[in-house]
């Protein structure tokens, strides 16, 4: 996810100043990890110096002086654009790492390959826990729910590979030592 993008929608619903912009994105994407406020400050000067925002106002309001920035017309083209385009599947890849130490656990002969997918499963299966608890607690924000709901999706496409996987363990143990 571009965090230059993610500005700019967060921007699209009102100027904002750094720290703003920061604790509207941790509240939005609370299941993102947080934004450091050197990214927020130096993502907003490339966005200025791109033409997609500008400064809006600087002031102190009793407190230390701010700089706040608001979508420039040529920003909110951009937004629309990133907003319009597809996001493309996430390639089918043996770069995961449940995937990756089965393989290990197979190739090494170092442990039990079912033992550690019943614990891996395990895990998840505490996540799932985890997350349902953030989407059901009462007056849980719309973006948590949407939050939580990816992930547990995520997470169950997991669970199945796990189950076809301990299904076919002793097929892929002899592919692997045979290689």
Avoid at 9 to 25: S, W
Wanted: aromatic share 6%.
């Amino acid at each position: 996810m571009s965090t230059g993008n993610t500005l700019l929608g967060l921007l699209a619903t009102g100027p904002g100043h750094g720290y703003d912009l920061k604790r509207r994105h941790d509240e939005r994407f609370p299941q993102a990890r947080p934004l450091a406020y050197g990214q927020v400050y130096t993502t907003l000067q490339r966005l200025v110096r791109d033409g997609l925002a500008e400064v809006d106002a600087t002031g102190s309001e009793g407190g230390p002086e701010r700089t706040t920035y608001r979508l420039t017309e040529q920003g909110t083209g951009t937004l629309l654009d990133w907003l319009a385009e597809p996001v493309p599947p996430a390639p089918v890849t043996a770069a995961n790492e449940i995937f990756a130490k089965v393989t290990a656990i197979i190739a090494s002969g170092h442990g039990d390959p079912a033992d550690f997918l019943r614990a891996q499963r395990a895990a998840h299966l505490a996540r799932m826990r985890e997350l349902t608890a953030v989407k059901t607690a009462p007056g849980a924000p719309l973006s948590a729910v949407l939050s939580a709901d990816y992930a547990l999706t995520h997470l169950d496409a997991d669970l199945r590979w796990m189950d076809n996987a301990a299904q076919r363990l002793g097929g892929l143990a002899e592919e692997v030592t045979s290689a």
